[in-house]
């Protein structure tokens, strides 16, 4: 059992439960504010004031559309599951807070005289909590779209169950290179590994850019929220939902934004400890720790804010595209490359060695790409010509036959006041002419 641990575990009911409560609390207030900021800050962007009416600085207008939205008329549609319909929402939301649980806000404190550490539960698998929890939460995505009896919240939801996926895999590489310097898999042993050496965004900035991109994926938003891509799918897997369910996803996508960037705080950033030239000192202890932890994480949710504001939106295959091919095989060579590192200074390898190994190594690939068939350039130009041809209807372009030729609309018959010789209208077999 960690230090921290065991503080938690001697802890008294009434003080966890003061943590649970001060936690939902601040999840609370967080999506409020941030609300408000990303209003503000994209209308700044955008040169147009954004809030300011309600409240001062329109710091209350988040509240007001809230309790706006819970007077809406609550509508169901009728095809939906009705259980199935209520509980997603649900599900979105419990697992967004759980997943708060195991992140250290701070040092140890003393509240009411009870010697405790700023953190709900810290668990040998702190950090398999987090991934599990916003595994979880695509399945409340997923219902919704099920249970909304129409095809358009469906296609929404499958969509966001292959991002999640996809982007949760190279979420838990760039973990991996954490948890071999760290040593452990609780949050709390991570925050502490950083504090006796360099933070890892320092000596793990691979797995950093890995772990910011992953995050905006799995938080759909943009430039990666396809789930919710109004132009292409109306309004995405809760285009049934009105009232305090709509309210719900969106607590849920609020609070996941600053859940995983107190989780990028605790695993890059130092967690709650000081800034290097602070750090050990006074300022680096007690409820010090909350102020410099929300700091952290504030610059997180402003990159959100940010990359709403400045990015558009990506295709689908580019989006998937950019998780397979580039994340995924990019985490793996860099966990190879840590575990190589660490297995070399353990053998007591010297720089120089491995300088000429990598020497060696770098010869032998550029003698391979050079060994390699190489195009010639009649076949380039081949290649260019037949890329700039234009397509025929025996290609496998989707075209339209060419040959097809609209028949021109037919004359319409023009009826004359002629009449035969014998005083009667012209008949069926004669023309306007009296001929036949």
Same mark, same amino acid.
């Given at each position: 059992?960690?230090?921290?641990?065991?503080?938690?575990?001697?802890?008294?009911?009434?003080?966890?439960?003061?943590?649970?409560?001060?936690?939902?609390?601040?999840?609370?207030?967080? !999506?409020?504010?941030?609300?408000?900021?990303?209003?503000?800050? #994209?209308?700044?962007?955008?040169?147009?004031?954004?809030?300011?009416?309600?409240?001062?600085?329109?710091?209350?207008?988040?509240?007001?559309?809230?309790?706006?939205?819970?007077?809406? /008329?609550?509508?169901?549609?009728?095809?939906?599951?009705?259980?199935?319909? &209520?509980?997603?929402?649900?599900?979105?939301?419990?697992?967004?807070?759980?997943?708060?649980?195991?992140?250290?806000?701070?040092?140890?404190?003393?509240?009411?005289?009870?010697?405790?550490?700023?953190?709900?539960?810290?668990?040998?698998?702190?950090?398999? &909590?987090?991934?599990?929890?916003?595994?979880?939460?695509? =399945?409340?995505?997923?219902?919704?779209?099920?249970?909304?009896?129409?095809? =358009?919240?469906?296609?929404?939801?499958?969509?966001?169950?292959?991002?999640?996926?996809?982007?949760?895999?190279?979420?838990?590489?760039?973990?991996?290179?954490?948890?071999?310097?760290?040593?452990?898999?609780?949050?709390?042993?991570?925050?502490?590994?950083?504090?006796?050496?360099?933070?890892?965004?320092?000596?793990?900035?691979?797995?950093?850019?890995?772990?910011?991109?992953?995050?905006?994926?799995? !938080?759909?938003?943009?430039?990666?929220?396809?789930?919710?891509? /109004?132009?292409?799918?109306?309004?995405?897997?809760?285009? /049934?939902?009105?009232?305090?369910?709509?309210?719900?996803?969106?607590?849920?996508?609020?609070?996941?934004?600053? !859940?995983?960037?107190?989780?990028?705080?605790?695993?890059?950033?130092?967690?709650?400890?000081?800034?290097?030239?602070?750090?050990?000192?006074?300022?680096?202890?007690?409820?010090?720790?909350?102020?410099?932890?929300?700091?952290?994480?504030?610059?997180?949710?402003?990159?959100?804010?940010?990359?709403?504001?400045?990015?558009?939106?990506?295709?689908?295959?580019?989006?998937?595209?950019?998780?397979?091919?580039?994340?995924?095989?990019?985490?793996?060579?860099?966990?190879?490359?840590?575990?190589?590192?660490?297995?070399?200074?353990?053998?007591?390898? !010297?720089?120089?060695? &491995?300088? #000429? #190994?990598?020497?060696?190594?770098?010869?032998?690939?550029?003698?391979?790409?050079?060994?390699?068939?190489?195009?010639?350039?009649?076949?380039?130009?081949?290649?260019?010509? $037949?890329?700039?041809?234009?397509?025929?209807?025996?290609?496998?372009?989707?075209?339209?036959?060419?040959?097809?030729?609209?028949?021109?609309?037919? $004359? $319409?018959?023009?009826?004359?006041?002629?009449?035969?010789?014998?005083?009667?209208?012209?008949?069926?077999? /004669?023309?306007?002419?009296?001929?036949?």
């Amino acid at each position: 059992m960690t230090p921290t641990a065991a503080l938690l575990a001697d802890n008294p009911l009434w003080l966890t439960v003061l943590k649970v409560v001060v936690i939902f609390a601040f999840l609370m207030v967080m !999506t409020l504010f941030m609300i408000w900021m990303e209003r503000r800050v #994209v209308g700044r962007m955008q040169q147009r004031p954004g809030p300011n009416r309600v409240g001062p600085f329109g710091l209350l207008q988040s509240l007001a559309d809230g309790l706006k939205l819970a007077f809406k /008329e609550d509508i169901q549609p009728v095809l939906a599951d009705r259980w199935v319909y &209520v509980l997603a929402p649900v599900i979105s939301t419990v697992t967004a807070f759980t997943a708060f649980a195991v992140i250290p806000l701070g040092g140890q404190v003393s509240i009411f005289g009870q010697q405790t550490a700023l953190q709900v539960a810290d668990l040998p698998v702190g950090v398999l &909590v987090v991934l599990a929890c916003s595994s979880l939460g695509v =399945y409340g995505i997923v219902l919704s779209g099920w249970a909304s009896g129409s095809p =358009y919240p469906l296609l929404g939801s499958l969509r966001s169950a292959a991002q999640v996926i996809s982007y949760e895999i190279a979420l838990g590489m760039s973990i991996v290179a954490v948890i071999l310097y760290s040593g452990s898999l609780s949050t709390a042993d991570i925050v502490a590994a950083q504090s006796r050496q360099w933070w890892f965004v320092f000596l793990l900035f691979p797995s950093f850019v890995v772990f910011c991109v992953s995050m905006v994926g799995e !938080t759909n938003r943009a430039p990666f929220d396809l789930p919710e891509a /109004e132009s292409e799918l109306v309004g995405g897997f809760h285009t /049934e939902y009105s009232s305090l369910k709509f309210a719900l996803f969106m607590l849920a996508e609020y609070v996941n934004m600053v !859940t995983v960037s107190a989780m990028a705080t605790t695993l890059f950033l130092g967690g709650w400890h000081a800034p290097w030239p602070l750090a050990g000192g006074p300022l680096d202890r007690g409820w010090w720790g909350p102020l410099w932890f929300i700091g952290k994480m504030l610059v997180f949710l402003f990159v959100f804010v940010w990359l709403r504001g400045t990015l558009p939106r990506l295709r689908y295959d580019q989006f998937m595209a950019l998780g397979w091919k580039v994340l995924v095989p990019g985490s793996l060579v860099w966990i190879v490359l840590v575990v190589g590192a660490r297995e070399l200074r353990n053998a007591a390898v !010297t720089p120089s060695e &491995v300088l #000429v #190994v990598g020497g060696v190594v770098l010869v032998m690939l550029l003698v391979i790409a050079f060994l390699l068939p190489q195009n010639s350039p009649a076949q380039r130009e081949e290649a260019l010509e $037949r890329a700039h041809e234009v397509p025929t209807a025996g290609s496998d372009y989707p075209l339209p036959p060419l040959d097809l030729v609209v028949p021109p609309p037919p $004359r $319409r018959a023009v009826v004359s006041a002629a009449v035969s010789a014998d005083g009667e209208p012209p008949t069926s077999q /004669e023309d306007d002419h009296g001929t036949a």
